[in-house]
């Protein structure tokens, strides 16, 4: 069992930038895929960036990429998201998620754990 906690979240304008954080309880973190995904009321959840276990590979829905990074930090048993340029149309809960498999995957099915969300709201 993987418990996952996101921080991080909050209120900004458009233009402006978050760092969300996720801590993961278990010492074998390293071996996890981890991706992000966010949920705006009314929708369905959707892939936001995922990186495999060593960081050398990331993955990136279209609409983020190129102003969010996600990068990872094994010896903290943490994964980040940089977003920077936010937009309101990024308002939403952000999850992070773990998924035993080397495999970097954007489908939600894939993932094994999940935390409980963090809210980002940008207003315009």
């Known amino acids: 069992q993987v418990q996952l906690v996101e921080s991080g979240g909050g209120l900004v304008q458009a233009g402006a930038s978050l760092r969300l954080s996720c801590a993961a309880s278990?010492?074998?973190?390293?071996?996890?895929?981890m991706g992000w995904f966010r949920q705006a009321p009314g929708k369905e959840r959707e892939f936001v960036a995922a990186i495999n276990w060593s960081g050398g590979y990331a993955y990136y829905a279209h609409s983020v990429k190129d102003r969010f990074t996600i990068f990872r930090d094994n010896a903290k048993n943490t994964v980040y998201l940089q977003m920077n340029s936010l937009k309101p149309e990024d308002t939403a809960v952000y999850y992070c998620?773990?998924?035993?498999?080397?495999?970097?995957?954007?489908?939600?099915?894939?993932?094994?754990?999940w935390g409980q969300g963090t809210q980002v709201t940008v207003s315009s």
């Open positions: 278990k010492r074998t973190f390293s071996s996890y895929t």
């Open positions: 998620a773990a998924d035993w498999s080397t495999v970097v995957a954007s489908r939600a099915s894939e993932y094994d754990y």
